[in-house]
């Protein structure tokens, strides 16, 4: 341990190589020291390499170091410079990769290029064009040069000195003036004049043209490759190259220009040379001593004129060459457009044999898979989801964007005419002038082998080459815009969806809106131009929809009212396409073509677009099949003017390249928008879900018209119960309530007039009487509403007991209470039941035999609670007319009024008549009204006969009726004294009881016939009804809406639509992705 140094904290070891540290481990655990290191050394061994310098010897063995070693700078300098060493590698390779990249790409671009060498030999070649520059430039010095100064004879000095400074000055002004225009021409036309060799001699040409002529002819000649490129590309590049036509044509004719400009320009400049001569001439002539310069400057002068006839002669050739150019320009535009169009006709009979060809496959592959299951199209199963969203919200304010063509124009611009050539058959009513789409129809193109047109909510499918069925679908759809228009308006938001198929189609969804209008007629509606604005505001507010912008050509543009809304809802055009129809009539009225330029290129109407398209949809004729308007349309535009004229590029002519861009546009706008939509249900539909676990925890998710099936049955079921109900309770039921029906009848006009007889004999001739009137009378249909109205009670009875219940959903009341209400209504008894129950209640009133002791007992006790329960009322009708009596003044501090007390007066006077004449009339005479009118007045009650009559009539029915309940009371014992015939010998009349037992009798007979009917024919006859107003309810979705609410109701209908739209747009992105 004598190499160990002890630190403060213990021992320190500083260890360098391996050999070293091996060392310090063995001192560290020699076992004679363990216990003694162990609590004091603190080992710090550490290997050391050659990038850290040595303060001392290597070899020496190191000192003791108190202090904690560390690293220094050194690792951290390396560390940075291997990563700046790591950048600049990479920044290298990227450089090396991306620059061959771009070499190759440079190469690829550069092999793509049109070859245009066939247009060098038509051009001079730069030699020759440096030669004619280096003879201008010397020309310009010969000229220069070849006018000295200036001076006069000394003679002319004699003329005067004014003369002589007059004539030196013109002639310097005319050298400046030369050598400046000289100097100015070199400038402007890199060289106007200059002298060029031709194989058989000298020529002049204008080197400025030539110059600017060479570029100018490349570009054509590429523009000419392009150009017939361009037709089989039918995209941007042929946009271009024909703008390049364009442009080298403009140039050409502005070249022309400038050169017989320049002539005449040189051609003035020579008349005024030679007008300055001859008054040069006339001023040399006057000094003899200056004809020999005169002369000069004449030979000078005139190898002027003779080098300017030559240029003149040479520019004349040059525009003759330029003529022959343009000619050669024209006559190759000419053929491109034969070539285009015979290229067009390829494809068209190319196209015409895929389809049927694609027809045949798909009746084939129709007829293998017909057990199977039929796989909907893309373009189908898209219109599905479009179709439940309108379902889910027709206001058209939901999260809906979806993509879809909105066909806007203003009316009678054609908008219709083009979507019947998009989807290929005449489909749509037409008017002359007049407004025809009311209403947007949405219609699904899609490719089928059978051309043919369906509604969404119908299963007839209309054959489109039949004439026929074509003009029964127009009607129809005539007929649903009409029938969509409701509360006296002229347009209406409801969407009317057809699909059409057929071989060829383009796959699309187009949603045809009413035209907008600037002036609301009589016969409209005074919303009109609002509401048709509002409907094309929110469909073409969706941010994904395609906009097709209708405009007619054969109107001002001035006039036009569509492109200001288009450009205010799509002001960058990203999502807008224009159509420019009716171009034959523009053709004709239209004298300026560049504004049919302008408008197809986007530089008339404040609108941007996608694209421009120029379309003839037809002679103006409702005849014209879809065949004959394509003829026409390419007839038009092979002879046209403006398309020979170069004014319409070919990619945007005929319905047929519309339709396919738009095709185009319309997919590439569905895969960039689709999943996000989804994405926007699947977060409502959590949102939905969310909220219908808080508010019904332990419900089940039911919709409008699941809620409607669970209540058809649940009403369907008490019709059921009425099965269940006993014919003894039915009996008992029809019995109590004929009997309430009919009680005051019997009483009032059978039983009290009978009883005002006097013997036996005549009560019961008047009760037979009586009797027989009534039951051939009102009886029976009486009889009948009673079984009516007990059938009816018993329902509800059932359906009260199921309200009660503790399962009840209280959802359904108001559903089940309407439908009740509404098959009650509607149920009537049948015809022959009355007729049938007169019979029967005739012969059980003309039995006057009681049987037995029974039938006696219980006539006897019918009679018995029949009086009591009148009496009863009776004398509760007494009271009310005559006060609270005496007592019931004490106890209850009521008092009577002072009718009522004239009332008790009068009572108690006709009480005393009655009590005097025990078998008093029911009528009073005139002397007994008098008497108890003069008794009340000595009481100091005045009263008139009216009113004593008035208070007779109850104070007479209840002593009537104390007598009857005697008599009902005495005939108990009299059965057999009635059936031996000892009535009148006993003294005892028992006709009351054998008059009640006929009526008890008819009761029970005509309650079993009732209670027979009901059982077996009329339950179930309210049974139908029921369910005929179920159906009906069932079709009628305002009936269930109306019904049916509550947040509950609303929130799973909700649910379900954005359920069912997600689940279709997730199984469309499925397909999407699968064709893809």
């Given at each position: 341990?004598?190499k160990?140094?002890?630190?403060?904290?213990?021992?320190?070891?500083?260890?360098?190589?391996?050999?070293?540290?091996?060392?310090?481990?063995q001192?560290l655990?020699?076992?004679?020291d363990?216990?003694?290191?162990?609590t004091?050394?603190?080992p710090?061994?550490?290997?050391?390499?050659?990038?850290?310098?040595?303060?001392?010897?290597?070899?020496?063995?190191?000192?003791?170091?108190y202090?904690?070693?560390?690293?220094?700078?050194?690792?951290i300098?390396a560390r940075?410079?291997?990563?700046?060493?790591?950048?600049?590698?990479?920044l290298?390779?990227?450089?090396?990769a991306?620059?061959?990249?771009?070499?190759?790409?440079?190469?690829?671009w550069?092999?793509?290029?049109?070859?245009?060498?066939?247009?060098e030999e038509l051009?001079?070649?730069?030699?020759e064009?440096?030669?004619?520059r280096?003879?201008?430039?010397?020309?310009?010095d010969?000229?220069?040069?070849?006018?000295p100064d200036?001076?006069l004879?000394?003679?002319?000095?004699?003329?005067?000195?004014?003369k002589?400074?007059?004539?030196?000055?013109?002639?310097k002004?005319?050298?400046?003036?030369?050598?400046k225009?000289?100097?100015?021409?070199?400038?402007?036309?890199?060289?106007?004049?200059?002298?060029?060799?031709?194989?058989?001699?000298?020529f002049?040409?204008?080197?400025?043209?030539?110059?600017?002529?060479?570029?100018?002819?490349?570009d054509?000649s590429s523009?000419?490759?392009?150009?017939?490129i361009?037709f089989?590309?039918?995209?941007?590049?042929?946009?271009?190259?024909?703008?390049?036509?364009e442009?080298?044509?403009?140039?050409l004719?502005?070249?022309?220009a400038e050169?017989q400009?320049?002539?005449?320009?040189?051609t003035?400049?020579?008349?005024?040379v030679?007008r300055?001569?001859?008054?040069?001439?006339?001023k040399?002539?006057?000094?003899?001593?200056?004809?020999k310069?005169?002369?000069r400057?004449?030979?000078q002068?005139?190898?002027?004129?003779?080098?300017?006839?030559?240029?003149n002669?040479?520019?004349?050739?040059?525009?003759?060459?330029?003529?022959?150019?343009?000619?050669?320009?024209?006559?190759?535009?000419?053929?491109?457009?034969?070539?285009?169009?015979k290229y067009?006709?390829e494809?068209?009979?190319?196209?015409?044999?895929?389809?049927?060809?694609?027809?045949?496959?798909?009746?084939r592959?129709?007829?293998k898979?017909?057990?199977k299951?039929?796989?909907?199209?893309l373009?189908?199963?898209?219109?599905?989801?479009l179709?439940?969203?309108?379902?889910?919200d027709?206001s058209?304010?939901t999260q809906?964007?979806?993509?879809?063509?909105?066909v806007?124009?203003?009316?009678?611009s054609?908008?219709?005419?083009?979507l019947?050539m998009?989807?290929?058959?005449?489909i749509f009513?037409r008017?002359?002038?007049?407004?025809?789409?009311?209403?947007?129809v949405?219609?699904?193109?899609?490719?089928?082998?059978?051309?043919?047109?369906?509604?969404?909510d119908s299963?007839?499918?209309?054959d489109?080459t039949?004439e026929?069925?074509?003009?029964e679908?127009?009607?129809?759809?005539?007929l649903?815009?009409?029938?969509?228009?409701?509360?006296g308006?002229t347009?209406?938001h409801?969407?009317?969806?057809?699909?059409?198929?057929?071989?060829?189609?383009?796959?699309?969804?187009?949603?045809d809106?009413p035209?907008i209008?600037?002036?609301?007629?009589?016969d409209?509606?005074?919303?009109?131009?609002?509401?048709i604005?509002?409907?094309?505001?929110?469909?073409?507010?969706?941010?994904?929809?395609?906009?097709l912008?209708?405009?007619?050509?054969?109107?001002?543009?001035?006039?036009?009212?569509?492109?200001?809304?288009?450009?205010?809802m799509?002001?960058?055009?990203?999502?807008?396409i224009?159509?420019?129809?009716?171009?034959?009539?523009?053709?004709?009225?239209?004298?300026n073509?560049?504004?049919?330029?302008?408008?197809?290129?986007?530089?008339?109407?404040?609108?941007k677009?996608?694209?421009?398209f120029?379309?003839v949809?037809?002679?103006g004729?409702k005849?014209?099949?879809i065949?004959?308007?394509?003829?026409y349309?390419?007839?038009f535009?092979?002879?046209?003017?403006?398309?020979?004229?170069?004014v319409?590029?070919?990619h945007?002519c005929?319905?047929?390249?519309?339709?396919?861009?738009v095709s185009?546009?319309?997919?590439k706008m569905?895969?960039?928008?689709v999943?996000?939509?989804?994405?926007a249900?699947k977060?409502?539909?959590?949102?939905?879900?969310?909220?219908?676990?808080?508010?019904?925890?332990r419900?089940?998710?039911l919709d409008?018209?699941?809620?409607?099936?669970?209540?058809?049955?649940?009403?369907?079921?008490e019709?059921?119960?009425?099965?269940q109900?006993?014919?003894?309770?039915?009996?008992?039921?029809?019995?109590k309530?004929?009997?309430?029906k009919?009680?005051?009848?019997?009483?009032?006009?059978?039983?009290?007039?009978?009883?005002?007889?006097?013997?036996?004999?005549?009560?019961?001739?008047?009760?037979?009487i009586?009797?027989?009137?009534?039951?051939?009378?009102?009886?029976?249909?009486?009889c009948v509403e009673?079984?009516?109205?007990?059938?009816?009670?018993?329902f509800?009875?059932?359906m009260?007991?199921?309200?009660?219940?503790?399962?009840?959903?209280?959802?359904?009341?108001?559903?089940?209470?309407?439908?009740?209400?509404?098959?009650?209504?509607r149920?009537?008894?049948e015809?022959?039941?009355?007729?049938v129950?007169?019979v029967i209640?005739?012969n059980?009133l003309e039995?006057?035999?009681?049987?037995?002791k029974?039938?006696?007992?219980?006539?006897?006790?019918?009679l018995?609670e029949?009086?009591?329960?009148?009496?009863?009322?009776?004398?509760?009708?007494?009271?009310?007319?005559v006060?609270p009596?005496?007592?019931?003044q004490?106890?209850?501090?009521?008092?009577p009024?002072?009718?009522?007390?004239r009332r008790?007066?009068?009572?108690?006077?006709?009480?005393n008549i009655?009590?005097s004449?025990y078998?008093?009339?029911?009528?009073l005479?005139?002397?007994e009204?008098?008497?108890?009118r003069k008794n009340?007045?000595?009481?100091?009650?005045?009263?008139?006969n009216?009113?004593?009559?008035e208070?007779?009539?109850?104070v007479?029915?209840?002593?009537?009726?104390?007598?009857?309940l005697?008599?009902?009371y005495d005939?108990?014992?009299a059965?057999?004294?009635?059936?031996?015939?000892?009535?009148g010998?006993?003294?005892?009349?028992?006709?009351?009881?054998?008059?009640?037992?006929?009526?008890?009798q008819?009761?029970?007979?005509?309650?079993?016939?009732?209670?027979q009917?009901?059982?077996?024919r009329?339950?179930?006859?309210?049974?139908?009804?029921?369910?005929?107003?179920?159906?009906?309810?069932g079709?009628?979705?305002?009936?269930?809406?109306?019904?049916?609410t509550?947040?509950?109701?609303m929130?799973a209908?909700?649910?379900?639509?954005?359920?069912?739209?997600?689940?279709?747009?997730?199984?469309?992105i499925?397909?999407?992705?699968?064709?893809?």
């Amino acid at each position: 341990m004598q190499k160990l140094v002890k630190g403060r904290f213990g021992y320190i070891i500083r260890v360098v190589g391996v050999s070293q540290s091996r060392w310090a481990r063995q001192m560290l655990t020699s076992r004679q020291d363990h216990e003694k290191v162990r609590t004091v050394v603190v080992p710090v061994v550490r290997h050391y390499s050659s990038l850290r310098p040595l303060r001392g010897d290597l070899l020496k063995f190191p000192g003791p170091n108190y202090g904690i070693p560390s690293r220094g700078i050194g690792m951290i300098v390396a560390r940075v410079l291997r990563g700046a060493l790591k950048i600049r590698y990479l920044l290298l390779g990227g450089t090396i990769a991306g620059g061959s990249a771009l070499a190759k790409t440079y190469e690829q671009w550069k092999e793509a290029l049109p070859d245009t060498k066939f247009l060098e030999e038509l051009m001079p070649s730069q030699e020759e064009l440096d030669a004619i520059r280096t003879a201008l430039i010397s020309y310009r010095d010969k000229i220069k040069d070849s006018v000295p100064d200036f001076t006069l004879d000394p003679k002319l000095k004699e003329l005067g000195e004014s003369k002589y400074d007059q004539l030196v000055l013109w002639f310097k002004e005319r050298l400046d003036d030369a050598i400046k225009a000289a100097e100015e021409e070199k400038t402007e036309g890199s060289g106007f004049f200059t002298d060029g060799k031709e194989e058989d001699g000298e020529f002049l040409t204008l080197s400025g043209m030539a110059n600017s002529l060479t570029p100018m002819l490349k570009d054509f000649s590429s523009d000419l490759k392009q150009h017939a490129i361009s037709f089989s590309a039918m995209g941007s590049a042929a946009e271009k190259e024909r703008e390049k036509a364009e442009l080298l044509r403009l140039r050409l004719s502005q070249i022309e220009a400038e050169l017989q400009e320049k002539t005449e320009s040189l051609t003035k400049e020579l008349s005024t040379v030679t007008r300055e001569n001859a008054e040069l001439r006339g001023k040399v002539e006057a000094n003899a001593d200056g004809e020999k310069e005169h002369l000069r400057l004449k030979v000078q002068l005139e190898g002027e004129l003779a080098s300017l006839q030559r240029e003149n002669s040479d520019i004349r050739s040059t525009l003759a060459k330029q003529e022959t150019i343009r000619e050669k320009y024209e006559s190759l535009q000419e053929e491109l457009m034969q070539v285009q169009l015979k290229y067009q006709k390829e494809v068209e009979r190319l196209e015409k044999e895929n389809k049927e060809l694609r027809k045949s496959l798909m009746l084939r592959a129709g007829d293998k898979i017909a057990h199977k299951k039929i796989k909907k199209s893309l373009i189908d199963m898209y219109s599905e989801v479009l179709d439940e969203l309108c379902d889910y919200d027709s206001s058209y304010d939901t999260q809906d964007h979806l993509p879809r063509v909105v066909v806007v124009g203003d009316q009678s611009s054609g908008k219709t005419s083009v979507l019947e050539m998009v989807a290929q058959a005449r489909i749509f009513p037409r008017g002359a002038g007049e407004m025809m789409t009311r209403a947007p129809v949405m219609v699904t193109l899609s490719e089928g082998p059978y051309h043919i047109a369906s509604f969404k909510d119908s299963t007839r499918e209309f054959d489109l080459t039949k004439e026929s069925e074509l003009s029964e679908l127009r009607k129809e759809v005539e007929l649903r815009m009409l029938n969509s228009v409701r509360l006296g308006r002229t347009v209406s938001h409801e969407v009317i969806s057809m699909t059409v198929k057929g071989p060829g189609l383009q796959r699309m969804v187009l949603v045809d809106l009413p035209g907008i209008i600037s002036t609301v007629t009589t016969d409209m509606a005074s919303d009109t131009r609002e509401a048709i604005r509002s409907i094309s505001e929110q469909y073409m507010s969706n941010p994904n929809a395609i906009i097709l912008c209708i405009q007619d050509g054969s109107v001002d543009a001035e006039r036009s009212n569509v492109t200001d809304l288009v450009s205010q809802m799509d002001p960058q055009g990203k999502r807008t396409i224009f159509v420019l129809t009716k171009v034959d009539l523009a053709e004709e009225n239209l004298t300026n073509p560049d504004r049919i330029r302008k408008i197809l290129s986007g530089k008339l109407f404040p609108m941007k677009a996608l694209g421009y398209f120029a379309v003839v949809t037809g002679k103006g004729s409702k005849e014209d099949s879809i065949q004959a308007i394509k003829d026409y349309e390419e007839s038009f535009f092979r002879n046209s003017r403006l398309f020979k004229g170069g004014v319409i590029n070919s990619h945007q002519c005929t319905t047929r390249n519309l339709s396919f861009a738009v095709s185009e546009c319309f997919w590439k706008m569905v895969r960039d928008t689709v999943e996000q939509q989804a994405d926007a249900f699947k977060a409502t539909r959590f949102n939905l879900e969310t909220e219908w676990k808080n508010n019904f925890p332990r419900t089940r998710e039911l919709d409008r018209d699941e809620l409607f099936e669970k209540a058809r049955g649940e009403i369907l079921d008490e019709v059921v119960n009425l099965s269940q109900v006993s014919p003894k309770q039915w009996e008992d039921a029809l019995s109590k309530k004929m009997w309430d029906k009919m009680v005051t009848h019997i009483f009032e006009n059978i039983y009290l007039p009978a009883a005002q007889t006097e013997n036996s004999g005549t009560f019961n001739t008047t009760a037979d009487i009586k009797l027989k009137q009534w039951a051939d009378g009102m009886l029976p249909k009486k009889c009948v509403e009673v079984g009516w109205e007990t059938l009816e009670d018993e329902f509800r009875k059932f359906m009260e007991r199921a309200k009660n219940s503790k399962d009840h959903d209280d959802i359904f009341d108001s559903l089940k209470a309407c439908v009740v209400d509404e098959a009650m209504r509607r149920h009537e008894w049948e015809d022959k039941a009355a007729d049938v129950l007169r019979v029967i209640q005739l012969n059980a009133l003309e039995d006057r035999s009681v049987h037995d002791k029974q039938q006696w007992d219980a006539a006897c006790k019918f009679l018995e609670e029949s009086v009591k329960d009148k009496l009863h009322t009776t004398e509760s009708t007494l009271r009310e007319m005559v006060g609270p009596s005496t007592k019931e003044q004490w106890m209850y501090w009521s008092y009577p009024t002072e009718e009522q007390k004239r009332r008790a007066a009068v009572k108690s006077e006709l009480e005393n008549i009655l009590k005097s004449d025990y078998k008093h009339k029911n009528t009073l005479t005139y002397d007994e009204v008098t008497q108890v009118r003069k008794n009340a007045q000595a009481q100091g009650v005045d009263v008139d006969n009216e009113f004593i009559r008035e208070t007779w009539h109850p104070v007479y029915r209840r002593h009537f009726l104390r007598r009857a309940l005697a008599k009902a009371y005495d005939c108990r014992k009299a059965f057999y004294a009635y059936h031996q015939g000892l009535e009148g010998e006993l003294g005892v009349e028992c006709n009351d009881v054998v008059l009640f037992w006929r009526i008890q009798q008819m009761i029970r007979i005509t309650a079993n016939a009732l209670r027979q009917q009901v059982m077996n024919r009329e339950a179930r006859r309210l049974e139908k009804e029921i369910k005929e107003v179920l159906e009906e309810y069932g079709c009628d979705r305002d009936k269930k809406e109306h019904l049916l609410t509550g947040r509950r109701v609303m929130l799973a209908e909700e649910l379900k639509r954005v359920r069912q739209i997600q689940e279709k747009l997730e199984e469309f992105i499925y397909a999407l992705n699968a064709e893809k």
